[in-house]
């Protein structure tokens, strides 16, 4: 298990080093990501509100705008259409997308701008009849179009935000329950790695050391084996020595003579 | 004498004429939830069946629309094609209207390179002329008006009202009005050519006309760059409010100064009276609506024939206003458009 979940890397010091610091690299990305979902989170919820608000005028504004073209038409007749549909020369709106950002997260923004296209064939349509209706109805689209781009803005940027949030949440999640508890038991295996091969190295000196004393005490007797050996040489050849005295016979001595110190001795009489 | 020249086509337009939407009628439309409960309504009225067979669910308010046109064109078309001088004239005058707009459809189809079948398909079928569709073909002005209007009607109102200049794309609706004003007066002056009655009760509906005309042009034209010298050119020379009257409402401002001159006139006191600035159109098209019923009330004239068409268009915009408003989901709006005066005295 604790091969599956951690790096494969060599357990050293330097890579403890660099793992340590990825590891403070993701806690601290964590917590960076994390307030920015809690940004984005609040940013979409007010979207949502605005919107909805936007929403219930919105019908109201667009059914009396509706309606108000009904009332040209009515006051105008047929021709009043034709000539309203053809009085157009230039849009007098136009849409422009801006961008906001959010969090780091952009947001496309779109407003209405009057060209400033006149509309001077459109001033007199419906001169004869619904005229006055007209331009009432060309006023209640107009504030329609300004909520509309509104509520455009506020939905592509609930979309964007919702895409947003939910990449940041899967990154937020990702740090927390994998990357993070990969590098902290990385590092884990790493250390308990370098203990282990201290332990390691602590044991095998130990046993260098034992061995060392070992091959001491081994020379040491095998000195003192040697210089017994020489004693013994020594002493049995002084015995020999002895020996061929006695059988020279100059030597009354025994056995019992002190065999070690010849040398010194007197030669026994008898 | 009339009746044997024009009988058949004055009991013709009186029996369409009571077919036309009673005020129950409305009331029971009002109460319908949706377009197809209008549908099965109005086909239950046995004149629409005819023409609603076809309209397939779901049913839109267009096409409820267009089947009342489909069934005004026929009954225009029948009484046109029975009629004889000088009926026949009088209703060739009835359709100039519709022609007016259709030039002006067509004119400004050309200013946008549209193709002749597009136009067409716009236009109203009461003022078609053969050469309408050569309208859009023509480059400018005067080829305009020598090759394509010079053989229609509306020549003579042309040639007194519009330069090459003046074709720029903002006088479109100038010239529409200024057609339209020419051809008031010259509607006027083929009523005095009729008989006695008919001229009387003409003079006073046109009057009635010229002065909606100049009111509401009055009206639609503020917060417009229309100048005011412009504007007094937009206005008939005849009319109850003539020739004073128009002279104050040239200098109008704000619909309130309208109003102050309205109350002056007997007719239209009570519509100036409203409060609302869309009251006053609305006030006017009842008063037309009034006399056009007192005219219907007589017999032997020809100014039935107008009145009758009247009723049509405002046939055509009370189904329109209804259907909308059932469509729109806005039936307390119901009232605000619908004029209905019962028609059955």
Excluded at chain 1, 194 to 199: G, K, Q, V
Excluded at chain 2, 93 to 122: C, F, P, Q, W
Excluded at chain 2, 132 to 138: D, E, F, M, R, Y
Excluded at chain 2, 185 to 192: A, N, P, V
Aim: net charge negative.
């Amino acid at each position: 298990m604790s091969n599956q979940n951690r790096l494969q890397v060599a357990p050293t010091v330097t890579q403890l080093a660099v793992i340590k610091l990825r590891l403070q690299g993701a806690v601290r990305g964590h917590a960076l990501l994390k307030k920015k979902a809690d940004a984005l989170t609040l940013r979409h919820r007010a979207v949502l509100k605005a919107i909805v608000e936007r929403k219930t005028t919105l019908g109201e504004i667009m059914r009396e705008a509706h309606f108000s073209w009904t009332r040209a038409r009515h006051a105008g007749g047929e021709s009043v259409k034709h000539a309203v549909l053809d009085g157009v020369e230039r849009a007098k709106v136009r849409v422009r997308a801006s961008e906001e950002n959010v969090a780091g997260v952009k947001i496309p923004k779109f407003f209405l701008r009057d060209t400033g296209a006149e509309q001077r064939r459109m001033e007199l349509a419906g001169l004869g009849r619904g005229g006055a209706r007209v331009r009432e109805a060309r006023g209640a689209f107009e504030k329609a179009m300004t909520l509309l781009s509104e509520l455009a803005s506020l939905q592509t940027a609930f979309v964007t935000l919702d895409e947003a949030i939910r990449t940041t949440n899967r990154r937020v999640n990702a740090l927390e329950n994998y990357v993070t508890p990969r590098l902290q038991n990385t590092v884990k295996y790493i250390l308990g790695e370098l203990d282990e091969l201290e332990r390691e190295e602590f044991f095998r000196l130990k046993k260098v050391q034992a061995k060392k004393k070992r091959d001491v005490e081994q020379a040491e007797r095998e000195v003192a084996e040697i210089v017994a050996d020489d004693e013994a040489l020594r002493i049995a050849s002084e015995e020999l020595r002895a020996y061929d005295d006695v059988v020279r016979g100059e030597g009354g001595r025994g056995a019992g003579g002190n065999l070690i110190e010849t040398e010194q001795d007197e030669d026994l009489l008898f | 004498m009339f009746n044997r020249k024009h009988g058949f086509s004055e009991a013709f337009v009186r029996g369409c004429h009571s077919k036309r939407l009673s005020k129950r009628d409305y009331e029971e439309l009002g109460r319908c939830d949706s377009l197809e409960d209008v549908k099965t309504y109005l086909e239950s009225i046995s004149d629409y069946s005819d023409y609603l067979r076809n309209v397939q669910p779901p049913v839109k308010p267009e096409d409820i629309v267009a089947c009342c046109k489909r069934r005004h064109v026929k009954e225009f078309n029948t009484c046109q094609h029975q009629a004889s001088p000088p009926l026949s004239t009088f209703l060739e005058y009835l359709t100039y209207g519709h022609m007016i707009d259709n030039l002006m459809l067509a004119l400004n189809g050309m200013l946008h390179g549209r193709s002749s079948e597009e136009i067409l398909d716009k236009c109203s079928p009461i003022g078609l002329f053969d050469s309408l569709p050569s309208v859009v073909i023509s480059g400018n002005v005067q080829e305009l008006y020598r090759l394509v209007l010079v053989d229609t009607p509306l020549a003579k109102y042309l040639s007194g009202a519009v330069s090459a200049a003046d074709l720029d794309e903002l006088n479109v609706e100038l010239i529409r009005n200024v057609l339209y004003k020419e051809y008031l007066q010259d509607f006027m002056k083929f009523c005095s050519t009729l008989d006695l009655r008919t001229n009387e009760l003409m003079k006073n509906l046109l009057d009635l006309e010229a002065d909606r005309h100049a009111i509401r042009i009055t009206v639609n034209s503020f917060g417009t760059e229309l100048s005011k010298s412009v504007r007094t050119t937009l206005y008939t020379n005849f009319g109850t409010m003539h020739p004073d009257g128009f002279v104050r409402l040239a200098t109008c401002e704000t619909v309130d100064e309208v109003k102050q001159v309205l109350v002056t006139y007997p007719g239209f006191h009570e519509v100036a009276a409203k409060d609302d600035a869309h009251d006053v159109d609305r006030g006017l098209r009842i008063l037309e609506l009034e006399s056009c019923q007192r005219v219907l009330a007589e017999q032997f004239n020809l100014a039935a024939f107008y009145a009758f068409s009247k009723f049509q268009e405002n046939e055509l915009s009370n189904l329109m206003w209804l259907t909308e408003c059932i469509a729109q989901r806005q039936k307390s709006s119901l009232g605000e458009g619908l004029i209905c005066i019962d028609t059955h005295l």
